[in-house]
Every structure is written in structure tokens, then in C-alpha cells.
């Protein structure tokens, strides 16, 4: 019949056992349409969520502290509800960290400043 890595081989082999050729059959009936298709339906079930939008656009390249302080109490919120936590209590108790935080560190804000504004003399 040939060597056994021989495509004749294999082609007389199928040839002489006809279940090989039922079963190339079934597949190609089962493999469906072949070629060019319409696939939206396709790539809208694996579409990714819409990205959620910003929560406080800035007004200007510098973006306030304001702005990133309200930016952090809404993500601080929505952590809140992931661990099943008071949200409103989790937002208190973020800003009075913050505040205390800013309280703290103003004096020495203040002071590096007129320290760079004594610089120019």
C-alpha cells in the first residue's frame, strides 16, 4: 500500500473503510456556512461595559484640589456599597481624614511657600 507517512496511504486507507467517510461527511455537514459572515451578533455578546464617565471634569489643566477631593469621597462611596458598608458613614468619616489631614499639614504648606517667595529677593 505505501510507506505510512504516504498521503496515498492514508487516502487508500479511508477509501478501503467506508465509517471514515461517514463521519467526514457528518462533519461537514455539521461545520456550517463557510466563508464571509455577518458576526455583530457575535462581537456584541463579548462587547465590554461602557467605561463610566468622569465624575468632576476639570475646568482647567490644573484641576482643583476640590475637584480630586470630590472625585475620592465618590469612589470612597462606591467602595462602601461593594463591602456592603454605610456609604454615608464611610464619606464622613474620609473627609474628616482629609480635612484633618489638610488642617495638619497647612501651616507647613504656607510656610514653604513664603519660604519660596523669599527666595527671589
Known sequence: MG??????????????????????RARRRNRGPR?????TA?????????????LAPPTDLLV?????LLEDLAQERELAKLERKDPDAA?????????????RTRALT?????DHLDDDR
Not at 482643583?64 to 480630586?68: A, K, N, Q, W
Not at 464619606?91 to 480635612?99: F, P, S
Open 110 to 114: 504656607i510656610y514653604q511657600l513664603g
Open 42 to 54: 457575535e462581537y456584541a455578546k463579548r462587547r465590554r461595559p461602557p467605561a463610566p464617565e468622569p
Open 3 to 24: 510507506k505510512p507517512l504516504d498521503p496515498n496511504y492514508f487516502r487508500k486507507y479511508r477509501a478501503s473503510h467506508p465509517e471514515y467517510a461517514a463521519r467526514d
Open 64 to 68: 482643583r484640589r476640590e475637584s480630586l
Open 35 to 39: 466563508g464571509p459572515r455577518d458576526r
Open 91 to 103: 464619606v464622613r468619616a474620609y473627609r474628616r481624614r482629609e480635612h484633618e489631614f489638610i488642617y
